[in-house]
């Protein structure tokens, strides 16, 4: 039997990449999980360079191989910016599966450009996103999760830990979710509720693509610039995985005595 056999579970962002990691992560734990994602996002100052994202229509494939896993799943279109969607992105997962154990914040945004540059609306989404959706999900799940003791794992990352050079805007938004965590992590510890923040380090997904196009020296190929970034960056010597942030979304959300921390899956890259 699987450590999370009979739990319910929501991913967001859950379509592709992590989200879609963690959430086949814990469907094969045992648990039935929802995931919800958008098909658009407002304007272009993110990783994926135009509104189109097409984040629902993978969602709803995520979704089917969920449910070959012999779990129940169900795609939910919801931006996690929006309050109204939010509530409703709640109530349809408890409709439809039952109730709300494990909350995975997921959904996230990234891009590159100096603070002397960056444009408001840049920052805005970033955070809004980022930081926002997470507030948001957050707020809407506790009832659900009071109820039945369930816990939150919200998706940091190393950049909320350490600073990166043209990254000030993503790394204010994922120090955020750290200090958010850690605080929610006490105010809810009295109901049994438990928030853990993980800090993935490189994973090749759609967001690392765009950041060894950003990153590449002149006449190197985002190929090389990948190849470089591992090498120079990670101890271990190998990027992290989906199945890798999965794993470690398992152990949390059936972790009984664990709560407020921020862990990190870099193969060694930051220390604390
Ligand atoms: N890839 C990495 O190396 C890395 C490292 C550290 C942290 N992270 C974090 O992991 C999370 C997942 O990143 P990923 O690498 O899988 O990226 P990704 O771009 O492959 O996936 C992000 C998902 O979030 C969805 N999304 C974006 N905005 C949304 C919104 N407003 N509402 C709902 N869904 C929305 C996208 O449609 C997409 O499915 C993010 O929070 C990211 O910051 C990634």
């Not at 304007?43 to 097409?54: D, F």
């Not at 200090?179 to 109901?191: D, V």
């Not at 985002?222 to 999965?246: F, H, N, Y």
Request: charged share 20%; hydrophobic share 45%.
């Amino acid at each position: 039997m699987g450590a999370l056999e009979g739990k319910i579970a929501l991913v967001t962002g859950g379509a592709r990449g992590i989200g879609r990691g963690i959430a086949l992560a814990l469907a094969r734990a045992g648990a039935d999980v929802a995931l919800a994602d958008v098909d658009r996002i407002p304007g272009g100052a993110q990783q994926y360079g135009e509104e189109s994202v097409s984040g629902f229509a993978r969602a709803k494939e995520t979704a089917v191989e969920i449910e070959s896993l012999g779990r129940r799943s169900l795609a939910i279109a919801a931006d996690v910016t929006d309050k109204a969607a939010v509530a409703s992105m709640i109530a349809e997962t408890d409709a439809a599966l039952g109730g709300l154990d494990i909350l995975v914040c997921n959904a996230g945004v990234v891009s590159v450009a100096p603070v002397e540059t960056l444009d408001e609306a840049t920052w805005d989404l970033t955070l809004g996103v980022n930081v926002k959706g997470v507030f948001l999900a957050c707020q809407a799940a506790i009832p659900l999760l009071r109820e039945r003791r369930g816990s939150i794992i919200n998706i940091a990352s190393i950049a909320g830990k350490n600073g990166v050079p043209g990254m000030a805007h993503y790394c204010a938004s994922k120090f955020a979710v750290v200090g958010f965590t850690n605080a929610l992590a006490r105010e809810l510890a009295g109901a049994g509720v438990r928030a853990n923040a993980i800090c993935p380090g490189i994973l090749r997904t759609q967001m690392w693509d765009y950041l060894s196009d950003q990153v590449k020296a002149p006449g190197e190929s985002v190929e090389q610039a990948w190849e470089r970034t591992v090498k120079s960056m990670i101890p271990l010597g190998r990027p992290q995985t989906p199945d890798d942030i999965g794993a470690l979304a398992v152990y949390l959300a059936a972790a009984p005595n664990v709560t407020g921390q921020a862990i990190n899956v870099d193969g060694g890259i930051e220390l604390h």
